[in-house]
């Protein structure tokens, strides 16, 4: 898990990177956040695609990145609860 400060001096931007992601890596993360103020929970599901999978999908790497990068841009804060 690594983090830093986020545009404002009272934020914390963090984020888990996963190395060499395998398909037994798959599964539901959640971020609990805790201070004085309250407290907050994200959640993330992982899918890990083998080679195979992604070949039958028609997807290549660049349009899979494309793909990844619209679905971001669109969820804004929507996958918070």
Same mark, same amino acid.
């Given at each position: 898990?690594? %983090? =830093?400060?986020? $545009?404002?001096? %009272?934020?914390?931007?963090?984020?888990?990177? !996963?190395?060499?992601? =395998?398909?037994?890596?798959?599964? !539901? /993360? =959640?971020? %609990?956040?805790? *201070?004085? !103020?309250?407290?907050?929970?994200?959640?993330?599901?992982?899918?890990?695609?083998? $080679?195979?999978?992604? *070949?039958?999908?028609?997807?290549?790497? $660049?349009?899979?990145?494309?793909?990844?990068?619209?679905?971001?841009?669109?969820?804004?804060?929507?996958? /918070? /609860?």
């Amino acid at each position: 898990v690594q %983090f =830093r400060g986020g $545009p404002q001096k %009272f934020e914390v931007t963090g984020w888990l990177q !996963i190395q060499s992601v =395998r398909v037994t890596d798959e599964g !539901i /993360y =959640r971020c %609990f956040a805790k *201070n004085k !103020i309250g407290e907050v929970v994200a959640g993330a599901t992982l899918t890990v695609l083998t $080679p195979d999978q992604l *070949n039958m999908t028609g997807l290549t790497l $660049p349009k899979l990145q494309n793909q990844l990068q619209e679905d971001d841009a669109d969820s804004e804060d929507s996958d /918070y /609860y």
